[in-house]
Each structure stands twice: as C-alpha cells, then as structure tokens.
C-alpha cells in the first residue's frame, strides 16, 4: 500500500485533491493506487467526513 497521510484533516486534503485532478471515482483512485478504501473511509468518517459519490469528493 502506498505511504498516504496519517492525520484525518491531511488526508481529507489529500484524498479530495486526487479525486478532483485524477480520478473520476474513490474506487478507481483505491485500485490504481493501491490503497484500503475502507481504511480511508472509516479515517475520514472518524472526522466527520463522507464520501459523496455524485460530487466525487469527501464532505
């Protein structure tokens, strides 16, 4: 698995910026980059975060 960030608000950040200039969906970026989708989702969710699939990004 590729080396993401560990801190919520970070990785936020970072997952919402791959999904705007790379991917056109949480699951492509998990499969191309070789991440745990649910290890994102539960991090972001523990802050407060959902992933919205229509808006493509965390909210």
């Known amino acids: 698995m590729n ?3 560990k801190d919520p ?3 936020f950040s970072f997952v919402n ?4 200039d790379r991917f056109s969906s ?9 991440l745990d ?3 994102i989702e539960e991090t972001l969710e ?3 975060f959902s992933y919205d699939p229509k ?3 965390f909210r």
Do not use: D
């Not at 910026?17 to 705007?20: G, I, M």
């Open 26 to 34: 949480l699951e492509e970026m998990c499969r191309e980059m070789e």
């Open 9 to 11: 608000m970070i990785l």
């Open 55 to 57: 808006r493509n990004c």
């Open 3 to 5: 080396k993401i960030p």
């Open 17 to 20: 910026t791959q999904l705007r």
């Open 37 to 39: 989708q649910s290890y």
């Open 46 to 48: 523990g802050a407060g």
